[in-house]
């Protein structure tokens, strides 16, 4: 390989900071490869993340001239940060007695669950920018990354799933329509949590559309909703047009079996085919370790359930809880369109819910008593039309048979009709489970 310009930061809070980092440097410039050509001065910053509070850090940057990859240079860093008394490995954004961070390497690009350079948060930091302009490094020339990066072209997404892949990095998607709300943010942020590189698709899917609902009156932002999934920590937004996910020939659909059936299934006939079509398409594409849905379309993660253990997905799928309003309506993309009425109306729903459950919580055991009171609450609701009440099992949502009952969940559909278009909304509750 041949050489190249490296620059390495530098950084520490616990003990003799000027000692660990003047010692650092020493030990570079005594490892077989590598030049030190130069190093800037140290600087005295406060600590900038997330996590408990911490002395200040005496920060600096080394310009090195090597022709050790990468790689090499942060396994050597790790080396050099033991050799100084820092446990490894170790929790993020704590105290430390050194750091050392590959900053950029040549022209390079690299992005791996160990190493991302150049490095992913270098312009939002001062106490590196400064030093490398003390450097002779034109700060302003470096290319800042997409944060998200977006991508709409189904290869080229492909391509860097593949790469993480490559890297060894844990791969979390979170496939959504857009109209992106707290609900979705709720999902991305749990899947930041457990993943290396979180991805978020936004596609208006048209599979999923029966011939009298209205595809094209959707509601699309994509402007709004980067700026909710940059806010949530997502690395990747994949954004295709129809065109780009289902070329002309295209004739490959999903059959869907019994958890399709009733509810939604007889309400939107080829819906969940669709649906499951395009998830699957999204999974081959992207080859994620996790996919995280919504309770709220309970049936839906019930048929995408069953899809992805009947194809071999190798993927878990995590069914994240329902995100409500302060009043408890489910939140939803389709709440934009209400009427201020039927807002306020919209609460039926979770409030017959509600009523369900707490009959079950008294000691009411049989399926139609309950789905009564339920229905009691929603009738007293001029304003919704119900679609549908029905209490299924769980976690499958078989039917459950007349008589008694010792578990379900109870599954709700009503429209609302005073707003600028009717609004379909959908909502579900457990009768034993936590939360709401």
């Not at 040549?106 to 312009?123: A, F, K, M, N, S």
């Not at 001062?126 to 302003?140: H, I, K, S, W």
């Not at 993309?333 to 009959?359: K, P």
Request: net charge neutral.
């Amino acid at each position: 390989m041949r050489e190249v310009d490296a620059y390495l930061g530098l950084g520490a809070n616990l003990g003799d900071r000027e000692r660990a980092l003047r010692v650092a440097v020493q030990r570079l410039q005594a490892t077989p490869g590598l030049e030190v050509v130069a190093c800037s001065s140290f600087r005295e910053s406060a600590f900038v993340g997330e996590g408990p509070a911490q002395p200040p850090y005496l920060n600096g940057v080394v310009h090195v001239r090597t022709a050790l990859p990468a790689a090499t240079l942060l396994a050597l860093g790790k080396a050099l940060e033991r050799e100084a008394g820092r446990a490894l490995p170790a929790p993020r954004n704590q105290p430390r007695p050194l750091d050392i961070d590959v900053l950029l390497h040549g022209g390079q690009t690299i992005d791996t669950r160990e190493l991302v350079v150049p490095h992913p948060r270098l312009h939002e930091r001062e106490f590196v920018l400064t030093p490398l302009r003390e450097l002779g490094v034109d700060v302003a020339a470096l290319a800042r990354p997409a944060r998200p990066r977006v991508i709409h072209d189904p290869a080229e997404f492909a391509a860097v799933c593949t790469g993480w892949h490559e890297g060894g990095c844990q791969i979390g998607v979170v496939p959504t329509m857009g109209a992106l709300h707290e609900g979705h943010v709720s999902l991305m942020r749990l899947a930041r949590a457990e993943n290396d590189r979180v991805i978020a698709t936004i596609f208006v899917n048209p599979l999923q559309f029966g011939p009298k609902e209205d595809f094209a009156a959707y509601p699309r932002d994509l402007q709004a909703d980067l700026g909710r999934c940059g806010a949530a920590g997502v690395d990747l937004v994949f954004a295709p047009s129809v065109a780009q996910m289902y070329d002309p020939g295209f004739c490959s659909h999903v059959a869907v079996g019994p958890a399709a059936e009733g509810m939604e299934g007889a309400l939107r006939p080829g819906h969940f085919s669709g649906v499951a079509t395009v998830v699957a398409r999204l999974f081959a594409l992207c080859r994620a370790h996790r996919g995280y849905f919504g309770q709220k379309d309970a049936q839906q993660v019930a048929v995408l359930r069953r899809m992805t253990r009947d194809l071999g997905f190798p993927l878990r799928l995590v069914e994240c809880p329902i995100v409500r309003e302060p009043d408890g309506l489910a939140m939803s993309s389709r709440n934009v369109y209400l009427g201020a009425a039927d807002r306020r109306a919209a609460t039926v729903l979770f409030r017959a819910l509600c009523a369900g459950r707490q009959a079950f919580a008294h000691g009411q055991r049989h399926r139609d008593a309950l789905l009564e009171v339920a229905r009691t609450v929603v009738i007293a609701e001029r304003r919704a039309s119900l679609d549908y009440l029905e209490l299924r099992s769980e976690p499958d949502l078989e039917p459950l048979p007349a008589g008694p009952v010792d578990h379900g969940r109870l599954l709700i559909a009503a429209r609302f009709v005073d707003g600028a278009r009717p609004v379909r909304l959908l909502d579900n509750l457990s009768l034993t489970g936590p939360g709401a």
